[in-house]
């Protein structure tokens, strides 16, 4: 089955810098790749996502790169604010079902 | 329009007794998913219904765990004879159609095994 890593596990970023999560996949057959967001107590939101045929996806001050020939994609997130702190899991989808990655714990330092 | 909803939010039980977790996906979605959450984990998944098709249940850790969908539509999750590895937070998610195109999570039941 599908195998998705995410790095890194916790990232600390100044206010104001930018903070990058990776993931990478293993089946290419994957063709949706979603990001979600989860604060403290509540439920994965969807922020972002792109799909196979696409390269680059961006959404004010998040952005999405995949690279289907080295099976990685990317979260940009630029600007980054104190409520951006979360915890952020990328997700490859395949034939219907999601394969998670084990979460990137995000800290804006104010 | 109303998302997926979940109930019980929060249920405390005793190990050895059976639970029953409930999902109402969002109307007309066809797939529906069941994801387990420990404190400060990632999302492991349980089983995936996808319309009338056989459900994948390959991400259930054991034969204590079981579910079901009535009429394509809610899902009851069935823990028996509960174990305290089993605490955890439930998430329920479904998606339009199973293809290509994001889930909507449920809130969540906290099960607490005691």
């Known amino acids: 089955g599908e195998n998705v890593e995410q790095h890194p596990s916790t990232l600390s970023v100044q206010e104001g810098d930018s903070a990058v999560i990776k993931c990478t996949y293993s089946d290419s057959a994957s063709n949706y790749f979603p990001w979600y967001k989860q604060e403290l107590g509540k439920r994965p939101q969807l922020i972002i996502d792109i799909r196979s045929n696409v390269g680059e996806k961006k959404d004010q001050r998040i952005a999405v790169t995949l690279n289907k020939t080295a099976k990685h994609f990317s979260l940009h997130i630029t600007e980054t604010q104190p409520e951006d702190s979360a915890v952020y899991f990328c997700?490859?989808?395949?034939?219907?079902?999601?394969?998670f990655g084990t979460g990137t714990s995000l800290t804006v330092i104010p | 329009g109303a998302g997926v909803s979940q109930s019980p939010s929060n249920k405390v039980t005793e190990k050895g007794k059976d639970v029953e977790l409930r999902c109402d996906p969002i109307?007309?979605?066809?797939?529906l998913y069941w994801y387990r959450q420990s404190l400060g984990q990632g999302l492991e998944f349980l089983i995936y219904f996808q319309g009338n098709s056989a459900p994948d249940k390959s991400g259930l850790p054991s034969d204590r765990f079981s579910a079901e969908r009535t009429g394509g539509s809610v899902s009851t999750l069935t823990i028996q004879r509960t174990q305290q590895e089993d605490s955890a937070v439930y998430l329920c998610a479904s998606n339009p159609s199973g293809g290509v195109g994001t889930q909507y999570f449920g809130p969540g039941t906290r099960l607490t095994v005691l």
């Open positions: 109307s007309g979605h066809t797939a």
């Open positions: 997700a490859a989808s395949i034939r219907g079902q999601f394969y």
